[in-house]
């Protein structure tokens, strides 16, 4: 499945060695498990090793391709029981569900047309037309990513947690950096023989950066989004509100907060979001940055002196 994402990604290009200066912290510089966690977050490589690096897709390693198959295979499998119901109903239901087809066929048409190599339409899955989306957020100026990070299970609750409760406010390091690209959100939608007359698209959204509630909020307004235009084509409604709005619900205009690394067991099935520490994730994020504005220096047009 990731091989499928690759082909309806960008072409392959190999990337020259780039640099980035590395951000500043606001910890205290004298303290030496600072600095040391300041050390681990600074980007290990947008400095290739030469040919061994050719970047297929940069986007693909944030997909959560397996993780997406999963939740939407369950899916498809309650779809294919409840077909199973209605198959000896009357002719009526027959063409509701044609219906749906050739709207369905239609709307991944304009999809298609709209979004190009954004777009990755899979094998369908237990009759079902099977795709998703890459959204890349717009951030010409770039954006200001502050992390804060904590010892781990600092707190065992979902709510009431900050960086001075339950423990010692020293343990708490702060760290900001400029990114001028962000990793992308993927749409990945399951259509279901009922859409888009009755029910909505299977869907998740991945975001491998975020931490759980943001992207469980964004799942939430989607539904809220198709709760106001039932019964019609949704998935344009979707992607454009995630790619223009999402950002600004979530209170990520011109700045973001990410962590700290809190184990949260309120979440959206359907939300896709990061899994591993933040002292991980910073540095690859600051990576993919790094060479997507390399492949944007590549890809455009220049004035030599």
């Known amino acids: 499945m990731e091989a499928a994402a690759s082909d309806g990604a960008a072409s392959a290009r190999a990337l020259e060695p780039h640099s980035v200066s590395a951000p500043q912290s606001s910890a205290d510089a004298s303290s030496s498990s600072t600095m040391s966690r300041a050390a681990d977050l600074r980007p290990g490589a947008c400095e290739s ?27 498809a499998a309650s779809d294919a029981a409840e ?22 066929e239609d709307e991944l048409m304009a999809l298609e047309a709209i979004y190009g190599h954004d777009l990755a339409v899979f094998e369908n ?12 957020y717009d951030v010409d ?24 409760t339950g423990h010692d406010g020293s343990d708490v390091f702060s760290y900001k950096c400029n990114l001028e690209y962000l990793p992308p959100l993927i749409l990945t939608c399951l259509l279901p023989q009922s859409y888009p007359n009755k029910d909505p698209p299977y869907f998740t959204i991945t975001a491998k950066w975020m931490d759980v509630p943001q992207v469980s909020q964004l ?24 790619r223009d709005s999402s950002r600004s619900h979530l209170s ?20 896709i979001s990061r899994t591993n520490s933040l002292e991980s994730v910073i540095p690859l ?3 993919y940055s790094c060479k997507k504005h390399h492949q944007a220096f590549l890809e455009g047009l220049h004035m030599c002196a």
């Open 49 to 75: 090793g030469g040919e061994d690096v050719l970047l297929l897709d940069l986007d693909s390693p944030w997909a959560a391709a397996a993780e997406a198959e999963r939740i939407l295979g369950e899916a």
């Open 83 to 104: 077909a199973l119901k209605i198959s000896g109903e009357e002719q009526e239901e027959e063409d509701e569900i044609r219906d749906n087809q050739k709207r369905q």
């Open 125 to 136: 899955k237990g009759g079902l037309r099977y795709f998703q989306i890459y959204i890349h």
């Open 141 to 164: 100026d770039g954006i200001e990513v502050r992390v804060t990070l904590s010892p781990a299970n600092v707190c065992a609750k979902d709510e009431g947690c900050s960086n001075s």
């Open 219 to 242: 799942c939430e307004m989607l539904d809220t989004i198709w709760a106001e235009l039932q019964g019609q084509e949704i998935v344009y409604q979707w992607v454009e509100w995630l």
């Open 252 to 271: 990520f205009d011109d700045k973001m907060t990410l962590g700290p690394d809190i184990v949260t067991h309120n979440r959206d099935n359907r939300a």
């Open 285 to 287: 994020m600051m990576t």
